[in-house]
């Protein structure tokens, strides 16, 4: 402001003097209101030109000056870098948070106050079979027409979620059609967030859960009603020596049926809740083979007067890595699996060998019925049978095979199944090359 003063008071002297000497000491005044006049002139040409330059482009803004208006550009250049550098900075934040939202294993979507689509991430597009750039700003409703998610979206009742079934084109790589969570959150007025989870597993789990229960249910109930029948025939009815002799021998089989199924649902929850198998454990193979013999020879034995021709093969010792009681109780459920159901004089041929690339097999193979296609997915299912009077008639649980799929895979084995109706099964464990390695020689002594 000084400065302004300044230039204001020599411009009006300059004039003034000028007038004296050109026009002599009358024209003085004259001189000094032509010197204001044209600084006037000069400062509204200088604040025009400011204001141009911030009216059409402000990267033009001329450096610092002198004057007010120099001192004014400048101040306006600075309020625009900060304000430019704050503008980058949210944009980076909001870069930062739709990345965020980007990576959600959750869908979201953000619809206008008309119901359009103004953002989704990748998970919402995928789950809604819609494409997250072509369908901006298109009615989220024209798009997903489940009746019921769309009278949710017009209800404005939000305080529960819907469960619908993920459109076709989204799971069309899937057996069964997903089932979509979606809850909705209305802010900023009329505008509303779709939040979307997908609960198909979570489904399944609990559809599980409640026929594992029903199972168990049933499997416990048969035994106990067959006892409770003996014990009251027992109670009521007198019998000789050898009814009486009859009967208990059927309630020790019922009871021992229900000690094994509690066994097994304990052995299951042991699995599922245990640490990982230690990875330096090491198990001779021939011992474990060992106890596969005597247990099968043992139980065929038991389940038949005519036996079976039970063989067992190993081209070469090994050790393997891994609890041993959880092995030797996968290895010994499929050859009892085996025996039950193959019929009396059946061939069953167990064998354990090192294949070319380092792994090992260990397998079973039978000739018994074998089992249609359609059954050999849902093999490891708990309580699942092919053939249930059968299953109950050698004693079986339905739960031999869930248990060989867990242990198989907390020691990284997978599990092979291959049968051809009519001409028997093959059941095969195949270890991984780590969790193998050569037995050492045995002694002479031993």
Same mark, same amino acid.
């Given at each position: ?5 300044a ?7 300059i ?5 004296? *000497?050109l026009?002599?000491?009358a ?12 600084w ?21 803004l001329?450096?610092?000056g002198?004057?007010? #208006?120099?001192e004014?550009?400048e101040?306006?250049?600075k ?24 990576a959600?294993?959750?869908g979201?979507?953000?619809? &206008?106050?008309q ?22 700003l ?7 027409r ?8 017009a209800? #404005?009742n939000?305080s529960?979620?819907v469960?619908? &079934? ?22 900023a007025?009329n505008?509303?967030?779709l939040? @979307?989870?997908?609960i ?11 026929d594992?229960?029903?199972? *168990?249910?049933?499997?416990?109930r048969?035994?106990?009603t ?5 014990v009251e ?9 050898d ?20 066994n ?23 011992a ?13 034995s ?11 093969s ?7 890595a ?7 109780s996968? @290895?010994?459920?499929l050859?009892?699996?085996?025996i039950?159901?193959?019929p009396?004089?059946?061939? *069953?041929?167990?064998? #354990?060998?090192?294949l ?11 000739s018994g019925?074998g ?13 699942y049978?092919?053939?249930?009077s059968?299953?109950r ?10 248990? *060989?799929?867990?242990i198989?895979?907390?020691h ?26 050569q037995?050492p ?6």
């Amino acid at each position: 402001m000084p400065f302004r003063i300044a230039t204001f008071l020599c411009a009006s002297a300059i004039g003034g003097a000028l007038a004296f *000497v050109l026009l002599g000491g009358a024209s003085a005044w004259m001189g000094a209101w032509f010197g204001v006049v044209l600084w006037l002139v000069v400062d509204a040409w200088r604040a025009h030109k400011l204001l141009n330059v911030l009216r059409t482009d402000t990267s033009r803004l001329p450096s610092r000056g002198p004057g007010v #208006w120099g001192e004014l550009a400048e101040r306006i250049r600075k309020l625009l870098r900060e304000r430019e550098q704050q503008t980058r900075q949210a944009e980076d934040r909001l870069q930062e948070f739709l990345a965020a939202i980007q990576a959600s294993p959750h869908g979201v979507v953000l619809l &206008d106050e008309q119901g359009r689509i103004e953002w989704c991430n990748q998970t919402a597009a995928a789950q809604f079979g819609i494409d997250a750039e072509r369908d901006l700003l298109q009615h989220l409703a024209n798009l997903v027409r489940d009746p019921a998610f769309v009278a949710y979206l017009a209800s #404005w009742n939000y305080s529960r979620d819907v469960v619908i &079934d993920a459109p076709s084109q989204a799971h069309a790589h899937r057996n069964h059609p997903a089932r979509l969570s979606v809850q909705v959150h209305p802010y900023a007025g009329n505008r509303r967030m779709l939040l @979307m989870r997908d609960i198909t597993l979570l489904e399944q789990a609990e559809a599980m859960r409640r026929d594992f229960v029903a199972n *168990v249910s049933h499997e416990i109930r048969t035994p106990l009603t067959v006892l409770a029948g003996f014990v009251e025939t027992l109670q009521n009815l007198p019998l000789d020596a050898d009814e009486r002799t009859r009967y208990l021998a059927l309630m020790a089989q019922q009871s021992h049926r229900m000690e094994t199924l509690v066994n097994d649902l304990l052995t299951l929850s042991r699995l599922e809740g245990s640490a990982a198998p230690p990875s330096q454990r090491w198990t001779r193979m021939r011992a474990l083979m060992a106890q596969c013999e005597d247990e099968g020879r043992g139980l065929s034995s038991r389940l038949s007067s005519k036996g079976h021709r039970l063989s067992f093969s190993m081209e070469a010792d090994s050790e393997i890595a891994g609890a041993p009681t959880e092995l030797q109780s996968a @290895m010994s459920n499929l050859l009892s699996n085996a025996i039950r159901y193959t019929p009396s004089g059946g061939e *069953v041929a167990v064998s #354990w060998k090192v294949l070319p690339d380092g792994r090992g097999e260990f397998a079973v193979r039978d000739s018994g019925p074998g089992i249609a296609p359609e059954h050999l997915p849902r093999l490891t299912e708990r309580f699942y049978r092919v053939d249930r009077s059968r299953s109950r008639e050698t004693g079986g649980t339905g739960l031999g095979l869930a248990i *060989v799929k867990h242990i198989a895979q907390r020691h990284g084995v997978e599990l092979r199944i291959e049968s051809t109706l009519g001409k028997g099964s093959r059941f095969a464990l195949l270890f991984p090359a780590t969790r193998l390695r050569q037995a050492p020689a045995l002694s002479a002594a031993a």
